[in-house]
């Protein structure tokens, strides 16, 4: 374990980037945990009086058009975004991980299976076909969860997939069957746990792509419904401002989106070269 | 076999930076190389062997910092040489086989294109000629049928066919020196002797120099003139392979000569070397790295270290030589 | 006696899959690549086996059918007069015999799985086979661990920690702690340094005499088969061309592809290779071959008529020795 530990204080000092992300996801989990306690003002009370001032220091991000403090409610949407990319990418990850392993292990019918049910999803613009599901099921947080965690779920299956077929003919797994292992336990006991550090690794590339979905929805409407902070509304909801001079309310959010995006890019490859250096570029 | 050193190494040191630690791969290594002549470098893993041949080629890895010594050839300076020159002289002068052939191969183009390639950028022949010479190359190292297999990609042909490919166009331009890093080590043994046959073979013709880079002592033994031993990064004796093997003067070298398993020798004959590599990474290894293993140690052997000439061309670097 | 391991005209046919639509939907019987061929040998409990053969020759395909990780397509085998292939590859793993047959593999590195420790890849069988509680799981592993030289401290370690040589005896530690009869090893020492080899090549022989144990040794390196085994096995091309005991057959090999293999090996003679039996061109497509000609035909410096009409079967030559050849020589002398 220190080992793995030294390891990873050698990539996060290498690579400042990689340490600056590191922080930056450490921050984003704070505000998420913290986040209602942390907002100076109250995110949903509104002031018509104080509607659309410019960051001062009162307001440091400024207010919006309904008088809300910007930047209490850009920390408090942290908890929503996260929370929603989370949950999207935990379920994606759980069916298509194992969906893709039972595939590239068993090949035959399972992968053909598999394969198709992939095929199909990714056949529609993802984006596109997030938008039906929840145009379809209705505007609730949690169909927004399903619908980002079905458009992720081909990303694992194809990760997992090709995974667990390189580790088919390996030799510990003719050494697992001369132990009297089933081929269910091969699949759980020795396979998961090897393809498991590349798909963590997956797992924070695609946290950055969930965000960007959730918000994306609520962007257009299909979404988190208001006044709800979270970070896709309030860009939508400023950007209509911008063209009168008011850009603070669609360029906090945003940026904020931005850093977390980034973030958990750059925390995927920092996670990357921790669990693998052979895949670093 | 002339007596102009071709090849001539002087007191090379070579060091790798990693992570934890600088290794000491390569130190006062030095021999020197006829036309002509065969030597076979011999050692187990962790001894030098491929950072010697590497570096002789300029294909170091970045990390790798050579620290000491000189490498001439044919008069040439190549530590000193541009890349630029180093380039002209890779793959005219001087021709590098292999472990792995396959993977030395570019899989997604022809082996006959591979092989024109080379031919246009080194032997100066005309893209209209390199066809028919390429498929000339092929039929020297007696590949059957090569104008069909000059179409034939890496991946459908055997094990032994990529390593013909390969010393076919490390040999397009008859270099003067050849360096074979374990060419034949995955290869079917009997593959293996008719590799080994085909480059000593082409080397007597072309009057080629060859340097053999193996771990297996016996194949040393049939192939090469000269044997140099290689133990932690030091050369601890060389001498003409009749020599070595009748009458080794090195304790490392009689017993890896006592752990090969070989024609009449029994389980029992066999002996273990005793001890491990040290690790190359501390700051206060001995003159003689072989020393904290070596039953026969004494005071002396932690004063500089001598190569002591027997003459005949057999040298080694030894307080105490058998 | 009943032999220990019986073999009886074992067969191994893959199907070739064929390429193209229009193959495919014609519905012709399939090309057949014969991996192995009417294979028929035993091993005698105590008894140490050499299996030698170039790639392509079918002794991992081999192997896997005695190890019954692969089904043959015909042929038995018997196992202490027990047919084991009565159990289908699938369901062995639950069979009682599961434990008295297991496998030493060539990359022992590979062999391991790289999230196990030592500990926990000797333990898994010896919990699953053995079922040994696991109160004296440990006790059970760190006896065996001891019986190969590995020392304790290492038990801890993972795969990439661990130098060639500990690898290798983490294999055989795992292979042996269910206390298995026959032991099949694969290549067991080709990616070790010559010293780390002579080291677990003794281990395997006092294992061998402790523990009263079979081997079928498979190498393609004569000289380390010699040293162990007491009869060997040469194959080639899914058939067994020779068999008799080992010193016998090195000193004065019967078929062409025998001395061939012998003559390509180091003779630690200098210069002494370049006069050496040379095969030259490629073996015969193992794809549906022709079943009245020799396999060897083509390659084998000899190459009479009779070797394209009739395919030789393996037939007695001398006391305890087989061939499968038309015209077998031994030193020199036609029998």
Sequence with gaps: ?281 | MSDIALLEIEDLAVEFRTRSGTVRALERVGFSLSRGETLGIVGESGSGKSVTAFAIMGILDAAARVTAGRIRFGGLDLLAANEKTLQEMRGRELAMIFQNPRAALNPIRPIGRQIEDILIRHANVLPAQARVAAIEKLAAVNIADPERRARAYPFELSGGMCQRVMIAMALACSPALLVADEPTTGLDVTTQAVIMDLVADLARRQGMASLLITHDLGLAMDYCDNIAVMHAGHIVEIAPAATLFRAPCHPYTQKLIAATPRPNARLADLLAIPGGLPDLRRNDLPPCRYSARCERRGKDCDTPLRVVDLGAGHRVACQYPL | ?335
Aim: with cysteine; glycine share 8%; proline share 6%.
């Design chain 1, 1 to 281: 374990m220190s080992q793995a530990l030294r390891h990873a204080r050698y990539v996060l000092g290498e690579n400042p980037v990689t340490a600056i992300a590191f922080a930056l996801f450490l921050l984003l989990l704070l505000l998420a945990v913290f986040g209602p306690a942390l907002a100076p003002y109250d995110p949903l009370a509104s002031a018509t009086t104080s509607a659309l001032q410019s960051p001062s220091a009162r307001h440091w991000f400024g207010t919006d058009q309904l008088g809300r403090d910007i930047l209490s409610r850009i920390i408090v949407a942290t908890r929503l975004d996260l929370g929603i990319a989370g949950a999207s990418v935990i379920l994606a990850f759980a069916i298509g991980a194992l969906a893709g392993t039972a595939a590239g292990y068993f090949g035959g019918w399972t992968d053909r299976l598999v394969g198709r049910a992939v095929d199909t999803v990714m056949a529609f613009p993802l984006f596109v076909l997030a938008m039906g599901i929840v145009a379809a099921l209705g505007n609730t947080i949690t169909n927004i969860v399903y619908a980002t965690a079905i458009i992720n779920l081909p990303i694992y299956a194809r990760v997992a997939r090709s995974e667990a077929n390189i580790r088919r003919e390996a030799g510990y797994i003719e050494a697992a069957r001369l132990s009297g292992n089933g081929e269910a336990r091969i699949l759980l006991a020795h396979i998961l746990p090897n393809i498991l550090p590349i798909m963590m690794v997956q797992i924070s590339l695609t946290l950055g792509y969930a965000i960007l979905n959730a918000a994306g929805l609520s962007f257009i409407g299909l979404g988190v419904r208001p006044p709800t902070p979270e970070w896709g509304i309030m860009v939508a909801e400023g950007a209509s401002f911008i063209i009168s001079g008011e850009w603070w309310c669609a360029f906090f959010p945003g940026v904020a989106l931005m850093l977390a995006v980034f973030c958990f890019n750059l925390l995927g490859d920092g996670l990357r070269d921790i669990v693998d250096p052979r895949m670093r570029t």
């Design chain 3, 1 to 335: 006696m009943t032999p220990l391991l019986a073999v009886d005209e074992l067969e191994k046919h893959y199907p070739v899959v064929a390429r193209g639509l229009i193959s495919r939907f014609a519905r012709k019987k399939p090309a057949m690549l014969h991996a192995v061929d009417a294979v028929s040998f035993a091993i005698a409990r105590g008894e140490t086996v050499g299996l030698v053969g170039e790639s392509g020759c079918g002794k991992s395909t081999l192997v896997r059918l005695i190890t019954r990780l692969i089904d043959p397509t015909a042929g038995s085998i018997s196992f202490d007069g027990l047919d084991t292939a009565a159990v289908p590859a699938r369901r062995f793993g639950r069979s009682a015999l599961r434990r008295r047959i297991q496998m030493v593999f060539q990359d022992a590195e590979g062999s391991l799985n790289p999230r196990f420790t030592a500990f926990d890849a000797i333990a898994e069988p010896a919990r699953r086979l053995a079922r040994i509680p696991r109160d004296a799981l440990k006790a059970r592993v760190e006896e065996v661990a001891d019986l190969t030289g590995l020392s304790r401290e290492l038990l801890g370690r993972f795969p990439h920690q661990l130098s060639g040589g500990q690898k290798a005896r983490v294999g055989i530690a795992r292979a042996i702690v269910v206390e298995p009869q026959l032991l099949v090893l694969d290549e067991p020492t080709s990616a070790l340094d010559v010293s780390v080899q002579v080291v677990i090549l003794r281990l395997l022989d006092d294992l061998k005499r402790r523990l009263g144990l079979s081997y079928l040794f498979v190498s393609h390196d004569l000289n380390v088969v010699r040293l162990l085994c007491d009869r060997v096995l040469v194959m080639y091309l899914g058939k067994i061309v020779e068999s008799g005991p080992a010193d016998a057959v090195f000193a004065n090999p019967a078929h062409p592809y025998t001395k061939a293999l012998l003559s390509a090996i180091p003779t630690f003679e200098p210069g002494g290779k370049r006069s050496g039996l040379r095969l030259v061109g490629e073996p015969r497509s193992p794809i549906d071959p022709a079943p009245s000609v020799c396999r060897f035909y083509g390659r084998c410096p000899k190459g009479i008529e009779r070797c394209a009409t009739a395919m030789p079967a393996l037939t007695a030559v001398a006391p305890a020795r087989q061939v499968a050849c038309h015209y077998p020589e031994i030193g020199g002398a036609t029998v």
